[in-house]
């Protein structure tokens, strides 16, 4: 009997030990769970951080080279994009809409602007996804593609009549010319767009759709007829 009491005392004491250890394990358990969470919330929020920055980034890439009003490239992302094509076969053509002025003069230059855009979705679904595609200035639309293009196809779809408000349509003329290369020597940029642009001002003079240039690296194969 006299060890009983010891013996109750120390399973007292042991278990009291016992049940600290234990809530103290699990208080320990706890935090360092919220720590992992904790941890866990900042890493997404740091990468949902740097994500954001990283669209704004290509956003604001995006907005630097694409113009405004029409949607395409502008000079500084079309320059280059074009120059390489030319290294390959590849027909580089300039569009010019006729009497664009008056149409800005008679319904105003929104309307104006929103003649050019739906000129340019014209083109882009006319020509595909791999045409490159670029505002030059004005009314004036550069366009690099495969060789093989209908080009009298591509102005009829551009020259269908637009609907710029509820109630007004116009008629669009456009000029087209063409500038075509093997690629063999590669032609420098400059003198692809000064032969296209000749080309172009003569389909205008003679009042056709389009005109190849003259000089081109390969022959166009089908010439249109003149008015």
Known sequence: MRNVLPTAVTAVVLGCWIADRVRNERALARERRS?????????????????????????????ALTDPVTGLANRRAWEPTVSARLRAPCELALLDLDDFKRINDTHGHAAGDQL?????????????????????????????????????RVAAVVTADVGITETTAVRVGASI???RTDGQPAPG??????????????????GVDWQPAAGSHSEV??????A
């Open 35 to 63: 720590r992992r969470l904790a941890l866990a919330g900042q890493r997404e929020r740091h990468r949902r951080e740097l994500d954001e920055l990283e669209r704004r980034h290509r956003s604001d890439i995006a907005e």
């Open 177 to 179: 010319g063409v500038f």
């Open 116 to 152: 050019l855009n739906i000129v340019a979705r014209r083109l882009r679904r006319a020509l595909g996804p791999d045409a490159a595609l670029g505002r030059v200035g004005g009314d004036e639309i550069v366009m690099a593609v495969r060789p093989g293009v209908d080009w009298a």
């Open 189 to 206: 940029l400059a003198h692809a767009l000064r032969s296209a642009d000749t080309a172009m001002y003569r389909a205008k003079r003679l």
């Open 221 to 226: 194969a089908m010439l249109p007829r003149a």
